[in-house]
């Protein structure tokens, strides 16, 4: 979901400046690379949206650490011999384009990634972050209990994120789906309607910054349950068409995607850094202030070091999640059919639909350029 911004400020941005410094980026400003050719080095392009681990690239774009334009290298790009091209849209734009074969990869939940994935294998490269809190069912103050939600309409986006959240915590209530009613509305839409107090909005089903504003608006409104009751199962991530891994350079493209990723979250996790790295992310995400963002990232749980990310990628418990996923996505015909999925490098299973492969981010965490 994309949201109007202001313009920057100068104090932010003059913060933000200060991030360029990044963990052994130097101060190397995002220019024209002048110790290569750049029409030689082979491109790429990354479909992004403004979510808070995902506007980690806009960050990375604005501070120097690479450079989001066609033919322009930054210093990671420079390192790994690759032009990242960045594509800004709202999210089903993007998800259109990467399906569409108009950008070499998208940010994108593991459970999005299934249908455009039965035309255009992908491989998840990097998982960016995890709903921890952020999604979760907002209801009013006469709704005491998961038993009063029967006979009431549940507002929020069908066949999203919000209905598997929504579906997965009655599973965990012992309810049975066919007993409460999900009805289909835009989020933004349905969390303003509970903010104006409109009578058929008495529970809805969105996520950040949606449940911040709401919930900041209403005292009598609260949290019934929420996605911290299914860890790391809505999961997002950078996903790469297959055929693009396959190009010449692809593989440096995914592990420059990767290394941008983390040199961000090094600031983040810099304690002199935090604070105005947080403010740029926020500026990218829904223009929010820096206590907005501490709540959002706390919400949103980054993935921020290599081995956070090959715990996801290698952990036993993802074909597992993804088993609950892919069964949600048919029985809501999200997709017609259960696509193929492998976990591991290409020699696992090299036509699967969508490949889990902890390849890349091994290739980072060594520094191999090759």
């Not at 202001?6 to 913060?15: A, D, I, N, R």
């Not at 491109?43 to 980690?56: D, Q, T």
């Not at 290298?73 to 990242?84: A, M, S």
């Not at 715990?311 to 088993?323: D, F, H, S, W």
Request: charged share 25%; with cysteine.
């Amino acid at each position: 979901m994309k949201y109007i911004k202001e313009k920057t400020t100068w104090s932010v941005l003059l913060g933000c400046v200060a991030l360029i410094t990044i963990n052994g980026c130097g101060n190397q400003q995002s220019t024209p690379s002048e110790d290569a050719d750049v029409k030689t080095i082979p491109s790429f392009s990354l479909a992004w949206s403004e979510y808070p681990s995902w506007s980690v690239f806009g960050v990375a774009d604005m501070t120097g650490v690479i450079n989001g334009k066609k033919g322009e290298l930054g210093p990671v790009e420079e390192k790994w011999g690759v032009d990242i091209e960045l594509k800004e849209a709202e999210y089903d734009p993007c998800l259109a384009m990467y399906g569409a074969g108009q950008c070499d990869a998208v940010c994108i939940t593991n459970m999005d990634i299934l249908s455009p994935a039965t035309g255009r294998p992908g491989v998840m490269i990097l998982p960016t972050s995890t709903s921890d809190g952020a999604d979760a069912c907002l209801v009013t103050a006469d709704i005491k209990s998961i038993q009063d939600l029967k006979g009431k309409k549940v507002y929020g986006l069908e066949k999203s994120v919000s209905e598997y959240c929504f579906v997965r915590n009655l599973e965990l209530l012992n309810q049975k789906e066919e007993d409460f009613e999900f009805a289909n509305m835009d989020p933004g839409a349905a969390a303003l309607a509970m903010q104006q107090k409109q009578a058929a909005q008495q529970a809805i089903v969105v996520w950040n910054p949606f449940v911040m504003e709401t919930l900041g608006k209403r005292e009598d409104v609260r949290v019934l349950f929420d996605s911290t009751k299914i860890p790391n199962e809505i999961i997002d991530s950078v996903v790469v068409a297959k055929a693009s891994l396959e190009k010449k350079g692809g593989e440096a493209f995914a592990c420059a995607v990767i290394e941008a990723y983390y040199e961000v979250n090094k600031a983040l996790a810099d304690t002199a850094k935090r604070d105005e790295t947080l403010i740029a992310i926020g500026e990218k995400f829904s223009n929010l202030g820096l206590e907005q963002m501490e709540t959002v990232v706390e919400q949103t749980k980054f993935y921020g070091t290599p081995d956070k990310g090959l715990a996801v990628l290698t952990g036993a418990n993802l074909p597992k999640i993804m088993e609950k996923v892919v069964s949600f996505c048919t029985a809501h015909d999200i997709v017609e059919k259960a696509p193929s999925i492998s976990y591991g490098d290409s020699s696992k299973d090299a036509n699967a639909a969508v490949r889990f492969d902890p390849t890349f981010i091994e290739k980072v965490k060594q520094g191999a350029v090759k």
